[in-house]
C-alpha cells in the first residue's frame, strides 16, 4: 500500500497517460525547487504576524485587540489584490507554458495598471470610513479608537502592498517565488526591527504604542515595493518590466482576465464577507476573547504556511504543465504536491501540539484563564492542519486551471453560510462553557469559533477533491 503510494505511474488512468511520467523523488525535487522560497515566504509573515503580536501585548490586551479587530477589515483589501495576484500567476504561468513571452509580458503591465488604480481608490476608502469599518466588526468603546488609528494607517500604505504583491504574484506565475521570499524576508526584517524601536520606545526612539506597530508595517510593505520593482525592472529573463512599455497591452490580453478576475473578485469578497460575519460572532464575546482569538490566530498561522507554500508551487507548475498540454503531468505533480504538504503539515502540527504553551506564553497573558483557552483551542486547530493542507493546495490547483466558479461556489456555501451559522451555535447555543469569571455560560465560548472553523475546512477539502477527481478542471482553456 505505502509503496504503491509512490508509484506515479498509477496516478493516472491509462488512457490519460500521454508520455513518460517522472519518478516521485524527480516530481518532488521539481515541487521543492519552487516551493521552498514561498515557505520560507509564508513562515517569515506568519512569524512577523507573531511578532507584531508579542510586541503590541507588551502595551496592554486592549491594543492587542485592536489589532486583531482591525485585521478582517483590512484582510478586505488583500482579499482584492489576491484575486488579481491569482489571475495574474494563473494567465502567465500558462502563457509560459505556451512558451508564449509577449503575452505573458502584456498581461504583467496589464495586471499591475489595475493593482495601482485600484489599490489607490481602495487606499482611500479605508481611511476615509475606518472608523465606521472597526464600530461594524463589533469595536468595543475601550478598542475603537486605537483600532480607527491603526487601521487608518496600515491602509494609507495599502498602496505600495498591493503592486508589491502583483509583481511578485508574475514572478510567482513563471515559477520564480525567490524575488518574492527575497522582497518579503527583507521587509519583514524591517518591519520586526522597527516595531522593536517604534512600539515600546528603544534605540532612541520614542515610544508611539500600536501607531508605532503601524507605521512599522507600511514601511516595511513600501521596502518590500521596491526590492520587487527593482528585481522586474533588472531581470532580463522571461517577464521584464519597463515604465514606457506599462500600456503595452492589447484587448485580447483582457480576454482571460474576463474569465477568471471577476469570479475571483466574487469569491475572495463572499470569503471575507463571511469571515467579517465570523469574527463579528467572536468578538461578541468581549475583550478577552476577542485577545485570545488574536493570540490564536497568529500562532495558527504558522500551521498556514506549509499548505500555502505548497498551493503557490502546484498552482505554478499546474499551469505550466496545462499549458504544454500535458495533462496526465498536471495530475501527477498536483497528487505528489497533496501529498507532500500533508506530510509536512502533520509534523508542522506535532510541534504545534508539544509546543503550544510556549508559544502562548510568549504573548504573556495577565490571566490563566487566557492561558489555559489559548492552549486548548490550538489542540483544535492543529487538528484541522491536514484538511486545511490538503483542501489549500486543492484550491491553488482549481484556480491556476481557471475552474474559479467552482472554488467561489464552495467559499460561498461554506465560509459565508456554514462556518457563520455553526460558530453561532457552537459558540453561543450548544453545550457549556465557564467564563473567565468562572461563570458557567451557554455555548462553547472560542472553543466554537475553531470547531467551525474545522468543520469548514473539512467541507471545502470534500468538495474540492471530489472536483479535482472530476478532471472536470484540466479542460478548461485561458
Known amino acids: 500500500m505505502i509503496v504503491s503510494l509512490f508509484n506515479t505511474k498509477k496516478y493516472c488512468k491509462e488512457d490519460e497517460i500521454q508520455g513518460e511520467i517522472p519518478s516521485f523523488l524527480k516530481i518532488s525535487k521539481d515541487i521543492f525547487a519552487i516551493v521552498w522560497a514561498s515557505m520560507i515566504e509564508s513562515l517569515l509573515v506568519a512569524l512577523v504576524t507573531l511578532f507584531d503580536g508579542i ?3 507588551e502595551i496592554g490586551n486592549v491594543a492587542n485587540a485592536a489589532v486583531t479587530i482591525c485585521r478582517q477589515p483590512y484582510f478586505i483589501l488583500i482579499s482584492i489584490a489576491q484575486s488579481l495576484n491569482v489571475t495574474l500567476s494563473s494567465i502567465i504561468a500558462r502563457r509560459k507554458g505556451q512558451k508564449d513571452q509577449k503575452n505573458a509580458n502584456s498581461t504583467m ?3 499591475l495598471c489595475i493593482s495601482f488604480f485600484s489599490s489607490l481608490v481602495l487606499s482611500l476608502i479605508f481611511i476615509v470610513f475606518s472608523k465606521k469599518f472597526c464600530e ?3 469595536a468595543k468603546e475601550d ?4 483600532a480607527t488609528i491603526y487601521l487608518k494607517i496600515i491602509s494609507a500604505g495599502f498602496i505600495f502592498n498591493g503592486l508589491a504583491m502583483a509583481m511578485n504574484a508574475c514572478q510567482k506565475g513563471v515559477g520564480n517565488t525567490k524575488i518574492s521570499m527575497i522582497s518579503n524576508v527583507v521587509a519583514n526584517i524591517v518591519n520586526v526591527f522597527l516595531n522593536y524601536c517604534l512600539i515600546s520606545g528603544r534605540l532612541g526612539f520614542k515610544a508611539y504604542g500600536i501607531i508605532g506597530a503601524a507605521l512599522a508595517t507600511i514601511i516595511g510593505q513600501f521596502v518590500c515595493f521596491l526590492i520587487a520593482l527593482i528585481a522586474l525592472i533588472l531581470q532580463k529573463e522571461y517577464i521584464h518590466f519597463s515604465i514606457k512599455k506599462i500600456f503595452n497591452f492589447n484587448l485580447s490580453t483582457f480576454k482571460p482576465f474576463l474569465k477568471i478576475l471577476p469570479v475571483l473578485l466574487v469569491e475572495q469578497l463572499l470569503m471575507r464577507f463571511g469571515f467579517i460575519i465570523f469574527a463579528r460572532i467572536v468578538n461578541g464575546l468581549g475583550t478577552i476573547d476577542t485577545y485570545i482569538q488574536g493570540v490564536c490566530n497568529d500562532i495558527n498561522s504558522l500551521l498556514f504556511t506549509l499548505s500555502d507554500g505548497f498551493s503557490i508551487a502546484a498552482a505554478a507548475i499546474i499551469g505550466h504543465k496545462l499549458g504544454e498540454k500535458r495533462i496526465d503531468l498536471a495530475i501527477v505533480y498536483s ?4 501529498i507532500l504538504s500533508v506530510s509536512c503539515g502533520i509534523l508542522l502540527c506535532i510541534f504545534m501540539v508539544i509546543f503550544r504553551k510556549n508559544l502562548v506564553g510568549l504573548y504573556k497573558p495577565d490571566s490563566l484563564y487566557k492561558f489555559n483557552t489559548a492552549c486548548n483551542a490550538l489542540l483544535i486547530a492543529a487538528s484541522a492542519c491536514v484538511f486545511q493542507n490538503i483542501q489549500w493546495v486543492n484550491t ?3 484556480r491556476s486551471a481557471g ?3 467552482f472554488t467561489a461556489t464552495t467559499s460561498l456555501l461554506s ?3 456554514i462556518r457563520p451559522l455553526i460558530s453561532y451555535l457552537f459558540i453561543y447555543v450548544l453545550f457549556y462553557h465557564y467564563d473567565s469569571d468562572n461563570v458557567l455560560l451557554k455555548g462553547l465560548g472560542i472553543y466554537g469559533a475553531w470547531i467551525a472553523q474545522l468543520i469548514d475546512q473539512l467541507i471545502r477539502m470534500t468538495c474540492n477533491l471530489l472536483r479535482f477527481h472530476s478532471r472536470k478542471w484540466a479542460k478548461i482553456k485561458l
Open 415 to 417: 465560509v459565508v453560510i
Open 109 to 111: 503591465n496589464l495586471g
Open 136 to 138: 461594524l466588526m463589533g
Open 403 to 405: 475552474d474559479s466558479k
Open 335 to 338: 497528487k505528489v504536491s497533496m
Open 143 to 146: 478598542v475603537l479608537p486605537l
Open 396 to 398: 491553488g490547483i482549481l
Open 55 to 57: 510586541q503590541v501585548a
